[in-house]
C-alpha cells in the first residue's frame, strides 16, 4: 500500500462544476500537508497548505482530517484553466535526516470541459 | 522573484553516457531536492541537501551522485544512462523547513 493515496481519476467535468478530491495517507505522524498543482510536462506548484481547521483561498478549499487520515481538496465554480493534475503532498518530518521527508501521491486528473 | 533555475530544460544522451544535471535553489533557499518523474508517475524523491551536506537519499540509484556547492548550486551527475532513466528531472528547494517546496523547471532527460 502507498503512503499517500489518490483516486488517479482523471475527473471529467463541465465548467462552473463543484469538484472534489481526496487523499489519504499511512502514518499518522505525519506533520503537514499539501496539495500542488502540475500542468502536463511542467513543475509541481503549491497550491495552498492544508491545515486542521481548513482553509480557502478563493475557489479553493483545503480540508485535514487528522483522526481518519485524508485531506481533501474542493474546487468550486471549475474553470477551463483548472484542468491539471492535482498532487497531495504529505510531510513525514525528519525521517533520520535533515530535511523534511516529502511524499507525494500520484495525482489526480481534472478535465474542465467547456 | 526569483525561481529555481534548472539547466539543461532539454538533454538527450545515448546508453552508456553520462550527464549532468545543474540547479540552482532560490536565494536564501537551504534545502535542495532532486525528484525525478517518469511519464505518469508520480516525483519520485532522490537526494536532498541541506545547508551543503546531503542529508537523505531516496530511490538514487547508485550510478547517480549529486551535490551541492558552496555557492549553494546543486548538481546530479548520472553515469552509465540506461533507457530507464529517461524521465524529467526535478530539482527543488525550501526554506526554513516548511516542507513547502518550490521547484525548477526541470530537465528532460531522453536516453536513447
Known amino acids: 500500500r502507498k503512503e499517500v493515496e489518490q483516486d488517479p481519476g482523471p475527473f471529467n467535468v463541465p465548467e462552473g462544476a463543484t469538484v472534489a478530491f481526496n487523499c489519504t495517507y499511512s502514518n499518522s505522524a505525519s506533520q503537514s500537508f499539501f496539495w500542488y498543482r502540475q500542468d502536463c510536462r511542467k513543475e509541481p506548484k503549491l497550491l495552498m497548505s492544508?491545515?486542521?481547521s481548513g482553509n480557502e483561498d478563493g475557489r479553493f478549499t483545503a480540508q485535514l482530517n487528522r483522526a481518519s487520515q485524508y485531506i481533501s481538496l474542493l474546487i468550486r465554480d471549475s474553470k477551463l484553466s483548472d484542468s491539471a493534475t492535482y498532487l497531495c503532498v504529505v510531510n513525514m518530518g525528519y525521517d533520520g535526516g535533515a530535511t523534511n521527508k516529502l511524499i507525494f501521491g500520484t495525482g489526480t486528473l481534472l478535465a474542465v470541459q467547456p | 522573484a526569483a525561481g529555481v533555475i534548472q539547466s539543461p530544460r532539454h538533454l538527450i544522451k545515448e546508453k552508456r553516457e553520462t550527464a549532468t544535471l545543474k540547479c540552482y535553489p532560490i536565494p536564501r533557499h537551504d534545502t535542495v531536492y532532486w525528484y525525478q518523474q517518469g511519464p505518469g508517475q508520480d516525483p519520485q524523491f532522490l537526494i536532498s541537501f541541506y545547508e551543503k551536506m546531503q542529508s537523505d537519499k531516496g530511490s538514487i540509484p547508485d550510478r547517480f551522485s549529486a551535490q551541492q556547492f558552496s555557492d549553494y548550486h546543486s548538481e546530479l551527475n548520472m553515469s552509465s544512462l540506461e533507457l530507464g532513466d529517461s524521465a524529467l528531472y526535478f530539482c527543488?528547494?525550501?526554506?526554513?523547513?516548511?516542507?513547502?517546496?518550490?521547484f525548477g523547471s526541470g530537465t528532460q532527460l531522453s536516453v536513447l
Open positions: 492544508v491545515y486542521s
Open positions: 527543488a528547494s525550501s526554506s526554513g523547513r516548511t516542507g513547502k517546496l518550490f
